[in-house]
């Protein structure tokens, strides 16, 4: 484990969530919208978004029409539409417009799950939670983290048991960093990786 977090500090020593976001509630909708698609994708569409629409009443208040054409180049954009217009209306409903310490309550807001719960409460409360997308579900695999056919859930359970906890939310966003550049899924950047010893899909080719 040592070898692995030495590595990603060398490669990545001051790694930050690459979605941009001025808010709570701006974060916790980007994060619901990167599901399926690139940060650098919903960057692009949350530009628009939130200068358009500056506050949760806003968004609320916001023909549905008018959002899905914002966002419709990241997908599944009249689903993920609804759910601005939903999770702004519960903030300002449930919990004066603030994105609570709850893992409860976010669970239960439109299109969030666990990974985009996670995700918020590391970056906002600092919680000590690994977040597992497609990057860290590779690189843990590849790395001899997790099985071939474990699912999140068993990933971040094993995760959370092999590093030490207050290390959790540096790792995520390393993780995510690695595979989104390094350990990519197609021509990975294998010959230069100091982690190619262990690297489970290196010794199988």
């Known amino acids: 484990m040592n070898e692995i977090m030495n590595y990603l500090d060398f490669l990545f020593p001051d790694p930050k969530c690459e979605l941009n ?9 980007a994060v619901m919208l990167s599901a399926q698609t690139t940060d650098k994708r919903v960057n692009m ?25 914002i966002i419709r180049p990241i997908g599944t954009f009249q689903r993920k539409a609804r759910n601005i217009k939903l999770i702004a209306e519960k903030l300002l409903e449930e919990v ?16 969030v799950g666990r990974k985009t719960t996670n995700v918020v409460l590391s970056n906002l409360y600092g919680a000590n939670v690994i977040a597992v997308d497609t990057h860290v ?25 092999k590093f030490p906890k207050e290390k959790l ?13 390094y350990c990519k899924a197609s021509n990975p950047e294998c010959r230069t990786c100091q982690l190619k010893s262990i690297c489970k899909e290196k010794k199988e080719s």
């Open 21 to 29: 976001y001025n808010k709570d509630y701006e974060l916790l909708i």
């Open 45 to 69: 569409v949350t530009n628009i978004l939130f200068k358009k629409y500056p506050t949760l009443k806003d968004l609320k208040d916001a023909p549905l029409d008018d959002l899905i054409q």
């Open 96 to 111: 004066n417009g603030v994105v609570p310490n709850d893992r409860k309550f976010l669970e239960s807001l439109s299109g």
């Open 169 to 181: 939310g540096r790792l995520h966003h390393q993780l995510v960093l690695f595979g989104r550049y």
């Open 137 to 161: 579900s590779r690189v843990s695999k590849r790395l001899g983290l997790a099985k071939k056919n474990d699912d999140v859930i068993v990933i971040e359970t094993k995760l959370t048991k």
